[in-house]
């Protein structure tokens, strides 16, 4: 034998680290495999797909734009899946948000007032809560399993914007498109640069991480949180209300999701529009398992499945690859994530052609 | 509503129930060796895309319905290597299959979107097929109706009354004494991801051959994950997910019911019905936590450590 796969101890801290690194490696790897079965060059593949999207100022400011709401959605979703609330739901409670804000916002298509703007924000940020609200309450008094009451509110939620698109929040003078009127200035997003899209939702997103760090590492709740998470019933002997925390959790990543939603359609889109978000909600859940559940690395990871949005954007205009490339390194990358972290709880011993290596007992 | 009426809604409620059932009873086999496998969505769309390639190049449907198959067990490959070999955490392999099973049939079958396909025709069986309101549904179905129907005897019969049904019970409620009298439960477990893997490849591979025959960038509209929710709405029983699958089928096809009706109800409020049907089932059935402990195998998600 070669190799030889031990149980470590204790999960290695470093491992944890890298093999979010490895994982991207070999996602990079497959990309350029995949660009040379497409028949392209696979250094201009990954040139095109990774750095030239973000070559200019433009591309960095949409980098940001794209982020911002990944970035929100996934620092709600790192909160559950450290509490061990596996909510899947960010997609629905994102496109609730939006539903909810644009619903709001087309009631101050006139005004001017400068309350508008926070009074949709906060809207969006409670449908999103709204939405989040029924699986916890589901999970806390009915026992109801929690992922497939998040997935199936997806779809609806899907559903309903559909309808409100295409029925009440329809605009009348829009030669019956399935869009909801331009929003007026008072309810559009600032942008934080004159000339870029880059708007206020990505602060938003930021201060949101801030605040999970805050939470989660600095605060009685977070660590309740942590130890529900780590030991359920650690943390019921403890004393912790673990209802109380499962409702918590879910209702601050409805607000995030929420917010995402209401940023979308009230900065880089402007209206209603059928297709709020392309799949914004399930990235997310794979840059919380990349960014470790951690704010930095969430961020990291926001950044990086923005980038492969843009790329596949580009990977389209500029080699007239398949856009749904993005989506398949998406999961690549949490293939290999998932693959790599055996190697947080085992070790692989190389052990040469030697065969009198002594074998370790467990 | 007149008979008619009925006679082509049970038949229609057959129809939408048959892909439901036949992942559902990949995902029972698969969770009564104790493996929570929630990339059913994956592979159905991996099993929907190959089905219509297969078919659509070769113009044989039968060719598309084993390549179906045989895609679904390779998506379900991928997925037993996580969550068997590397003891992955089998809910977030399961969801890493199912996002990666959106892409990848997205990626692939870019070349098909659109393309028209004759689907597979009715077997109409004289005789039998006019009976009075059931005679269609269950009688004048397409070859793969019938072989959900065939399936299912095969599925009940295999976990009620055969030894290798036993196996696979003894392995996904007790592990370690299944070590004990010597199975392996790896390799139990395996065949079972695997039966799951070409059931789902199966029912994705009925709806872009034979539902509808076309394919479509996610056209599964989660009903990988409705087939997830049946098997708990079953309580891992084989008999009910009949039942619940053509259940599901009718809260899926209530516009049907509503035209019969005269109701005029916005089609994509009409379109959430099977979710929330879902939604309402899980909770009616989930709430008694005794009968969910009762009925689930033991073992089931937990992963296996084999013991040197």
């Given at each position: 034998?070669?190799?030889?796969?031990?149980?470590?101890?204790?999960?290695?801290?470093?491992?944890?680290?890298?093999?979010?690194?490895?994982?991207?490696?070999?996602?990079?790897?497959?990309?350029?495999?995949?660009?040379?079965?497409?028949?392209?060059?696979?250094?201009?593949?990954?040139?095109?797909?990774?750095?030239?999207?973000?070559?200019?100022?433009?591309?960095?400011?949409?980098?940001?734009?794209?982020?911002?709401?990944?970035?929100?959605?996934?620092?709600?979703?790192?909160?559950?899946?450290?509490?061990?609330?596996?909510?899947?739901?960010?997609?629905?409670?994102?496109?609730?948000?939006?539903?909810?804000?644009?619903?709001?916002?087309?009631?101050?298509?006139?005004?001017?007032?400068?309350?508008?703007?926070?009074?949709?924000?906060?809207?969006?940020?409670?449908?999103?809560?709204?939405?989040?609200?029924?699986?916890?309450?589901?999970?806390?008094?009915?026992?109801?399993?929690?992922?497939?009451?998040?997935?199936?509110?997806?779809?609806?939620?899907?559903?309903?914007?559909?309808?409100?698109?295409?029925?009440?929040?329809?605009?009348?003078?829009?030669?019956?498109?399935?869009?909801?009127?331009?929003?007026?200035?008072?309810?559009?997003?600032?942008?934080?640069?004159?000339?870029?899209?880059?708007?206020?939702?990505?602060?938003?997103?930021?201060?949101?991480?801030?605040?999970?760090?805050?939470?989660?590492?600095?605060?009685?709740?977070?660590?309740?949180?942590?130890?529900?998470?780590?030991?359920?019933?650690?943390?019921?002997?403890?004393?912790?209300?673990?209802?109380?925390?499962?409702?918590?959790?879910?209702?601050?990543?409805?607000?995030?999701?929420?917010?995402?939603?209401?940023?979308?359609?009230?900065?880089?889109?402007?209206?209603?529009?059928?297709?709020?978000?392309?799949?914004?909600?399930?990235?997310?859940?794979?840059?919380?398992?990349?960014?470790?559940?951690?704010?930095?690395?969430?961020?990291?990871?926001?950044?990086?499945?923005?980038?492969?949005?843009?790329?596949?954007?580009?990977?389209?205009?500029?080699?007239?690859?398949?856009?749904?490339?993005?989506?398949?390194?998406?999961?690549?990358?949490?293939?290999?994530?998932?693959?790599?972290?055996?190697?947080?709880?085992?070790?692989?011993?190389?052990?040469?052609?030697?065969?009198?290596?002594?074998?370790?007992?467990? | 509503?007149?008979?008619?009426?009925?006679?082509?809604?049970?038949?229609?409620?057959?129809?939408?129930?048959?892909?439901?059932?036949?992942?559902?009873?990949?995902?029972?086999?698969?969770?009564?060796?104790?493996?929570?496998?929630?990339?059913?969505?994956?592979?159905?769309?991996?099993?929907?895309?190959?089905?219509f390639a297969v078919a659509f190049v070769s113009g044989d449907l039968w060719f598309g319905v084993l390549a179906g198959i045989l895609t679904g067990m390779l998506m379900s490959l991928l997925f037993g290597f996580l969550a068997l070999n590397l003891n992955a955490n089998q809910v977030a392999s399961g969801l890493a299959l199912t996002i990666f099973g959106a892409g990848?049939?997205?990626?692939?079958?870019?070349?098909?979107?659109?393309?028209?396909?004759?689907?597979?025709?009715?077997?109409?069986?004289?005789?039998?097929?006019?009976?009075?309101?059931?005679?269609?549904?269950?009688?004048?179905?397409?070859?793969?109706?019938?072989?959900?129907?065939?399936?299912?005897?095969?599925?009940?019969?295999?976990?009620?009354?055969?030894?290798?049904?036993?196996?696979?019970?003894?392995?996904?409620?007790?592990?370690?004494?299944?070590?004990?009298?010597?199975?392996?439960?790896?390799?139990?477990?395996?065949?079972?991801?695997?039966?799951?893997?070409?059931?789902?490849?199966?029912?994705?591979?009925?709806?872009?051959?034979?539902?509808?025959?076309?394919?479509?960038?996610?056209?599964?509209?989660?009903?990988?994950?409705?087939?997830?929710?049946?098997?708990?709405?079953?309580?891992?029983?084989?008999?009910?997910?009949?039942?619940?699958?053509?259940?599901?089928?009718?809260?899926?096809?209530?516009?049907?019911?509503?035209?019969?009706?005269?109701?005029?109800?916005?089609?994509?409020?009409?379109?959430?019905?099977?979710?929330?049907?879902?939604?309402?089932?899980?909770?009616?059935?989930?709430?008694?936590?005794?009968?969910?402990?009762?009925?689930?195998?033991?073992?089931?998600?937990?992963?296996?450590?084999?013991?040197?």
């Amino acid at each position: 034998m070669l190799v030889n796969v031990e149980r470590r101890a204790q999960g290695s801290r470093t491992m944890a680290y890298m093999s979010p690194v490895l994982a991207m490696v070999l996602t990079l790897f497959t990309g350029a495999l995949l660009f040379w079965i497409q028949e392209q060059n696979p250094l201009q593949g990954l040139y095109t797909f990774f750095i030239l999207p973000v070559a200019d100022l433009y591309g960095l400011s949409e980098l940001g734009v794209k982020a911002a709401p990944i970035l929100l959605c996934a620092a709600g979703l790192a909160v559950c899946f450290r509490a061990n609330v596996w909510n899947i739901g960010a997609e629905g409670q994102l496109l609730m948000g939006a539903l909810f804000g644009s619903w709001v916002a087309l009631q101050f298509l006139e005004s001017t007032s400068g309350w508008a703007m926070p009074l949709v924000l906060l809207s969006g940020a409670l449908g999103g809560m709204c939405w989040a609200a029924i699986p916890a309450i589901l999970k806390n008094h009915f026992n109801t399993n929690e992922i497939l009451t998040t997935i199936m509110l997806n779809y609806v939620a899907l559903n309903l914007l559909l309808f409100g698109v295409h029925g009440p929040l329809k605009d009348p003078d829009g030669f019956n498109f399935p869009e909801s009127a331009l929003f007026s200035e008072a309810t559009t997003l600032p942008v934080l640069i004159e000339g870029y899209r880059l708007h206020l939702g990505a602060l938003l997103a930021l201060l949101a991480v801030v605040a999970v760090w805050v939470v989660l590492s600095r605060t009685f709740i977070g660590f309740q949180i942590r130890v529900l998470g780590m030991d359920s019933s650690a943390a019921h002997y403890a004393g912790f209300r673990e209802k109380k925390l499962v409702l918590l959790v879910l209702l601050f990543c409805g607000a995030m999701a929420g917010l995402a939603g209401v940023s979308e359609v009230t900065g880089p889109i402007g209206q209603l529009v059928p297709t709020v978000s392309p799949g914004y909600g399930y990235s997310a859940i794979i840059v919380a398992f990349l960014g470790r559940l951690h704010p930095v690395g969430i961020v990291l990871a926001s950044l990086l499945m923005a980038l492969v949005y843009m790329g596949s954007e580009m990977g389209q205009i500029q080699m007239g690859l398949p856009l749904a490339l993005g989506g398949l390194f998406q999961g690549v990358l949490l293939f290999y994530l998932l693959a790599c972290d055996f190697l947080i709880m085992y070790r692989i011993r190389w052990q040469g052609f030697a065969s009198n290596v002594a074998t370790n007992e467990a | 509503m007149d008979i008619d009426l009925i006679t082509n809604i049970l038949f229609a409620m057959v129809r939408t129930g048959t892909p439901l059932l036949l992942v559902a009873m990949g995902e029972l086999i698969c969770e009564k060796s104790g493996v929570l496998n929630l990339g059913q969505e994956g592979m159905m769309l991996m099993g929907a895309m190959a089905g219509f390639a297969v078919a659509f190049v070769s113009g044989d449907l039968w060719f598309g319905v084993l390549a179906g198959i045989l895609t679904g067990m390779l998506m379900s490959l991928l997925f037993g290597f996580l969550a068997l070999n590397l003891n992955a955490n089998q809910v977030a392999s399961g969801l890493a299959l199912t996002i990666f099973g959106a892409g990848l049939s997205a990626y692939l079958g870019g070349d098909f979107v659109g393309k028209p396909l004759t689907g597979m025709e009715a077997w109409v069986i004289p005789g039998l097929s006019s009976i009075p309101l059931i005679g269609k549904a269950l009688f004048a179905q397409d070859p793969l109706v019938y072989l959900s129907f065939v399936m299912f005897g095969v599925v009940f019969f295999f976990v009620y009354h055969s030894r290798p049904g036993l196996i696979l019970k003894a392995v996904g409620e007790a592990p370690e004494s299944a070590v004990a009298v010597g199975l392996s439960v790896i390799r139990v477990r395996y065949l079972a991801v695997l039966f799951g893997g070409a059931m789902a490849g199966l029912g994705g591979a009925y709806l872009s051959l034979a539902y509808t025959p076309l394919w479509s960038d996610n056209m599964t509209a989660g009903r990988g994950w409705i087939a997830l929710a049946l098997v708990v709405f079953a309580s891992w029983r084989v008999g009910r997910l009949l039942l619940g699958a053509y259940l599901f089928g009718a809260a899926s096809i209530m516009h049907l019911v509503m035209q019969g009706l005269g109701v005029s109800v916005s089609s994509n409020l009409l379109a959430t019905l099977p979710y929330l049907a879902t939604i309402v089932v899980l909770v009616l059935l989930s709430s008694n936590q005794a009968r969910i402990k009762l009925f689930a195998p033991m073992s089931l998600g937990k992963p296996f450590h084999k013991t040197q």
